[in-house]
């Protein structure tokens, strides 16, 4: 079946912290350690909204199999136009272009919105994340060395950056 993509509803955050708590338990690709539980999932979701910023859901066969939302960037107010977006995707469902789907829908949502400049941050190594951020055209602006500690080992943080404004969806 095809993935269906949508926004994103409070009712989702059970099967959002199912995939997200995956990534915590088992990855580096989020410096969280503990589980969230989806009361916290919930509260995440309406803070998104609150800032008019999308947070869509991939469906497929009714099950929650991938989700993408864009965040504030920073506080200050000159920030207003930058946010960073984020992806993640249930592991049995990897390299089957949900990331794909998602940002083919997150970034021209943000672009209509007036986000000039979208940012991802990528806990390294990850081709396939690099791999997926550079389809959209997200070029790689900073490398932070050994910034997070995870699984008794320093990660790397990668950030690549994309100007919606520039007509490049």
């Not at 550079?134 to 790689?140: A, I, L, P, R």
């Amino acid at each position: 079946m095809d993935n269906i993509i949508r926004n994103a509803a409070p009712a989702d955050a059970a099967g959002i912290a199912e995939i997200y708590n995956h990534h915590i338990r088992e990855t580096i690709i989020t410096f969280e350690e503990k589980p969230v539980i989806p009361s916290e999932v919930t509260q995440r979701i309406q803070n998104v909204l609150s800032l008019a910023l999308p947070w869509l859901i991939a469906e497929s066969d009714d099950d929650i199999v991938g989700y993408a939302y864009a965040g504030k960037w920073k506080e200050r107010s000159a920030y207003r136009f930058a946010v960073e977006v984020t992806v993640y995707v249930c592991p049995e469902h990897l390299g089957h272009g949900i990331g794909a789907d998602l940002y083919n829908r997150l970034l021209p949502a943000l672009k209509t919105a007036g986000i000039h400049t979208a940012m991802g941050g990528i806990a390294l190594p990850n081709p396939q994340s690099i791999a997926l951020h550079e389809k959209f055209g997200m070029q790689k602006v900073a490398h932070f060395k050994e910034v997070g500690f995870k699984f008794n080992r320093w990660v790397d943080v990668g950030y690549w950056q994309v100007c919606l404004g520039e007509g490049k969806l």
